[in-house]
């Protein structure tokens, strides 16, 4: 069984910057390569980046590119998403997920206020 627990989010102005913390529980976190998504209301869930199980290979959205990094630390079975020139457009609950798994966290809310 795998846990997800998100957090780090908050309310922050346009320009500010964030960190997401995405702790996982399970022995295959560090064989699994990790995501996060994001679900602005009345939208569908999107992908934002990814990162392969060393954290050698990493994508993003072409929205965050430049902006978001996203890296993880195997010692602490946790991923993070760290956030720059936040814009109102960034505005979701934002999850992690391992691909293709099923498991999703809870997610975590980012408002981002102009």
């Known amino acids: 069984q795998v846990q997800l627990v998100e957090s780090g989010g908050g309310l922050v102005q346009a320009g500010g910057s964030l960190r997401l913390s995405c702790a996982a529980s399970?022995?295959?976190?560090?064989?699994?390569?990790m995501g996060w998504y994001r679900q602005a209301p009345g939208k569908e869930r999107d992908f934002v980046a990814r990162?392969?199980?060393?954290?050698?290979?990493?994508s993003y959205a072409d929205a965050v590119k430049g902006r978001f990094t996203i890296s993880r630390d195997n010692t602490k079975n946790t991923v993070y998403l760290q956030m720059t020139s936040l814009s109102p457009e960034d505005t979701a609950i934002y999850y992690c997920?391992?691909?293709?798994?099923?498991?999703w966290g809870q997610g975590t809310q980012v408002t981002v206020s102009s």
């Open positions: 399970g022995r295959t976190f560090r064989l699994s390569d």
């Open positions: 990162i392969n199980w060393s954290g050698s290979i990493t």
């Open positions: 997920t391992i691909p293709y798994s099923g498991y």
